[in-house]
């Protein structure tokens, strides 16, 4: 997340090779006046997130869409929204926050309107504060195209933590978050610098160096996390010829402890169930010690065409 958000979570094969041509790096979406409480974490530049807006009730959170949403075969990647999502929540809340906390999100709930492909001048993540008390708070969020049709949805569940003064009074916005220049990717294993290890009952997305996918607090970005693990399920292949195509309708993410950025992150899907249209699977990220940094359930089902708005 931002460097404002403290909101990382705290206390507590197929390789991605190149397919296609290299999409040019979009613009993040102009900051306004220079205020430092604004600069994107490297995660979220590289997938083109730009810095919240605030209104009396919302967050507006902005996001290009391009290469970076996408599998390098062109499907669409529903796990790319997690970095957009995963800050307009959880900077809902910690807006919020007493004085000298911060907060840091729990769980994450996502289900998808629109699994895809986004077309148009991008979408943007509309974050409102549902909830709080004296532990933390909860946020609902929208993610909307150019046209106003919303994508996906979600709620998170955040934290308050205790922060020292000299922090707060940094995350308040006296510290600067180095500008970092997005990269051209070939699609979303390119972008994160992960490879593949579809399975048909297990799966495996593994990143060896997961450094630039800091949410500029020493951790992995809560909403990487979230893409990393919806990769995964999506690597769950059907057997037979005959299987049907399938789209992620739901995320159901905890968030357990900070994910290291310093060793190999490994993130595994297993099937806890499957039918002839759905699968439901159980998905964890851990590090070199075993220790799950996330936990997550899954459900994909066979595709349905375009969604229609109502």
């Known amino acids: ?22 999409v040019a790096p979009s613009p993040i979406p102009a900051q306004p006046s220079g205020d430092p409480r604004w600069e994107v974490s490297e995660a979220a530049s590289r997938f083109r997130v730009g810095s919240h807006r605030l209104d009396a009730d919302a967050v507006r959170t902005p996001m290009a869409v391009g290469s970076w949403t996408v599998w390098p075969d062109g499907r669409p990647c529903a796990g790319s929204l997690g970095v957009v999502l995963d800050d307009a929540l ?96 070939y699609g979303v294993l390119d972008l994160l610098g ?25 951790m992995v970005h809560g909403g990487v996390l979230f893409c990393l693990s919806e990769m995964a399920a999506t690597a769950l292949t059907r057997p037979g ?30 099937v806890l169930h499957r039918s002839r249209s759905v699968t439901v699977s159980r998905v964890t990220a851990s590090g070199m010690s075993g220790k799950p940094y996330t936990a997550a359930h899954i459900t994909r089902r066979q595709a349905g065409g375009p969604a229609r708005r109502v």
């Open 241 to 270: 010829p005959d299987a049907v195509a399938e789209q992620t309708m739901s995320v159901r993410l905890n968030l357990l402890r900070p994910a290291r950025i310093d060793e190999p992150l490994v993130v595994t899907a297993d």
């Open 90 to 185: 959880g900077f809902s809340v910690f807006r919020a926050r007493p004085p000298d906390t911060g907060a840091v999100t729990t769980e994450i709930s996502v289900d998808v309107v629109a699994p895809g492909p986004w077309s148009g001048a991008g979408l943007v993540a509309v974050g409102r504060l549902l909830a709080i008390d004296d532990i933390g708070g909860l946020a609902a969020c929208e993610v909307v195209d150019d046209r106003g049709a919303i994508v996906a949805t979600g709620t998170a569940r955040c934290q308050f933590v205790p922060v020292p003064r000299a922090a707060a009074a940094a995350e308040a916005g006296h510290a600067v978050m180095p500008t970092v220049e997005p990269p051209a990717v």
């Open 194 to 218: 992960a490879r593949q290890e579809p399975g048909e009952t297990t799966a495996r997305i593994v990143v060896d160096r997961p450094a630039p996918l800091s949410n500029g607090l020493g």
């Open 1 to 22: 997340m931002t460097s404002n958000d403290v909101t990382g979570y705290a206390r507590s094969a197929t390789g991605s090779g190149p397919s296609g041509s290299a």
